[in-house]
């Protein structure tokens, strides 16, 4: 029997294997959610003039030094700037301009007074006449309430590089330099194999000594939310050719990772073994993990290959463990795992493999508090609807008390 591989070794050649996918361009709203594959570099100062940021009046704050709510000083109005407005004119001292928030800054002005802070009122509403005079009660400091032109960001700034996954705030500043289209890294297309006589889809009848297909759920599902595009094939029968049909097809979409869950366990009917052996380059691993030991791992015609074992427990917690990293990587995403340390609220039992024990995650103070989600089989799906987390117990490790700390592979964000 072939020696227990080690996680880290097993991900680290994984990791070896795989590259990253070439960039497309798409449509800026596409872009949400994806890669950049190129750093986006502003051709314009942002923002692109000096504007206000009140409701006020755009004056020469000379003009107001001497201005107090006893002693207001008086300027002529000369100017209406609204947002949207190009201002032609120039301030001469003595002089104002009504302006709005956002509206360019007039030649000539120095600063900007709240309306608040003069004696002007446009409670009545944006289509207030325009005054002959304001008065100011109080002075300004050179530059008040204007926003210099490049504040935010200057032509020429690197303002994302590649790598960046384009959220909302992303996607509104790109907008904001004016590019409609962006370069991303292709979205990888996953194809997932199911196979096996007992199951059957969700349309299906229930009939005795069958289960319905979970996996092909949970993959799609786990395949989403790390950037990828999900394939579901229909599920295979346990027989030769039908095995064979359900690959045939699966190449035939060109998918950048195939993903099969069953039929690598020692017990398991040997015709996923055999065709895995017909079409690819195939290793049959046995990890030092608890749950999810045997898993094949190889190319099919170059394309990167995960066997996951069936029980849906160890699909899902050898695809958070060993899968997402690479589907990570494929993606042009940040591959490291990030987990987080937390103390447990009840003994934890190991088997000396390294276990990932399903967890709740609870803030307490100063800590974080893990506690089991009860029955741990790997035929449970309901721990994982349950685990905030995984907390892994190290290699060796067979007992570990109450009070101790772990570290946790988070599932989902903490609240
Ligand atoms: P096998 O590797 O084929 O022996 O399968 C191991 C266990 O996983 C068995 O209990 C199967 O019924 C179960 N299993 C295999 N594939 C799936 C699937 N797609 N959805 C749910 N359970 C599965
Ligand atoms: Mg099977």
Redesign the pocket.
Known sequence: MKPLLNVDSALAKILADIKTLEAETVSLPDSYNRVLAEDIISPIDLPPFDNSAMDGYAIRCEDSAAASRANPVSLSVIMDIMAGSAPAGQLEAGTAARIMTGAPIPKGATAVIPVEDTDDNWSKGNDSPLPARVSLFRSLAMGENIRLAGENIGAGDTIMTAGTVVGAAEIGMIAGIGLPRVEVIRQPKVVIL???D??VDIYDELTPGK??????YTLAGLIRGAGGLPIRLP?AKDSLESIRDLYRRALEINPDLLIS?????V???DLVKVVMDELGEIDFWRINMRPGKPLAYGTICGIPFFGL????VSTMVTFEVLARPALAKIAGRDFNQRTVKATIADDMRGDGRRTYARVKLQREPGRLVARSTGIQSS?ALMSMVLADGLAIIPEEQTFMPAGSEVDVLPLRSIE
């Open positions: 199911s196979s096996g007992e199951l289960i319905r297909d979970t996996n092909g599920i869950t069953a039929g690598v366990s017990g398991a009917a074992p069936g029980n849906p035929g």
